[in-house]
T-cell receptor, first 113, second 114 residues
Framework: KQEVTQIPAALSVPEGENLVLNCSFTDSAIYNLQWFRQDPGKGLTSLLLIQSSQREQTSGRLNASLDKSSGRSTLYIAASQPGDSATYLCAVRLIGSQGNLIFGKGTKLSVKP | DGGITQSPKYLFRKEGQNVTLSCEQNLNHDAMYWYRQDPGQGLRLIYYSQIVNDFQKGDIAEGYSVSREKKESFPLTVTSAQKNPTAFYLC?????????????FGPGTRLTVL
């Protein structure tokens, strides 16, 4: 059974710092991996999607990488800002699934001014 | 604007009541999903539908029911058989046959049992 783990569960950094959020998964037979942002009491906002054939995706200050062989993905946030404070979730879609995602529990990020 | 809407934002249920959560999308997506989110836990799949008039159970379907009569709509009913329904419910949609098959989410409904 696929399990998705995110470490750390919480992270607090000063403004301006570069940071890395980690996501690991146990089954490498994934179709894609998606990173989301969730603000308190809100829905999920899609940040980046990496197809299984890709190594990384970039959007602005965000860069996500994927290493299927080791079952890992990282989300790199450059020059963090207080507005980046949120919970970040990663989710995988398995090959052969009906499109449903398997989620990690998230990393709660706090960026201090 | 294209997107997913969920209503109501907050819902209160008395013991023994059935309640229905609404989910509508105008993204022309074939697939729709319902997830449940509890504090400290990841999202868990309740039901999903790949096409109109068809749906499948997810990991935690007991005590829930759905219908998919229209492409745009996928309502979720929380029945009295669901023993612990207090949670945050999220609806999502995607276009499975089209790369990159990104999944998009609505704003959620918070259900509280009184």
């Amino acid at each position: 059974k696929q399990e998705v783990t995110q470490i750390p569960a919480a992270l607090s950094v000063p403004e301006g710092e570069n940071l890395v959020l980690n996501c690991s998964f146990t089954d490498s037979a994934i179709y894609n991996l998606q990173w989301f942002r969730q603000d308190p009491g809100k829905g999920l906002t899609s940040l980046l999607l990496i197809q299984s054939s890709q190594r990384e995706q970039t959007s602005g200050r965000l860069n996500a990488s994927l290493d299927k062989s080791s079952g890992r993905s990282t989300l790199y946030i450059a020059a963090s800002q207080p507005g980046d404070s949120a919970t970040y979730l990663c989710a995988v879609r398995l090959i052969g699934s009906q499109g449903n995602l398997i989620f990690g529990k998230g990393t709660k990020l706090s960026v201090k001014p | 604007d294209g997107g997913i809407t969920q209503s109501p934002k907050y819902l209160f249920r008395k013991e023994g009541q059935n309640v229905t959560l609404s989910c509508e999308q105008n993204l022309n997506h074939d697939a729709m999903y319902w997830y449940r989110q509890d504090p400290g836990q990841g999202l868990r799949l309740i039901y999903y539908s790949q096409i109109v008039n068809d749906f499948q159970k997810g990991d935690i379907a007991e005590g829930y029911s759905v219908s998919r009569e229209k492409k745009e709509s996928f309502p979720l009913t929380v029945t009295s058989a669901q023993k612990n329904p207090t949670a945050f419910y999220l609806c999502a949609s995607s276009a499975p046959g089209q790369a990159p098959n990104e999944q998009f989410f609505g704003p959620g409904t918070r259900l509280t049992v009184l």
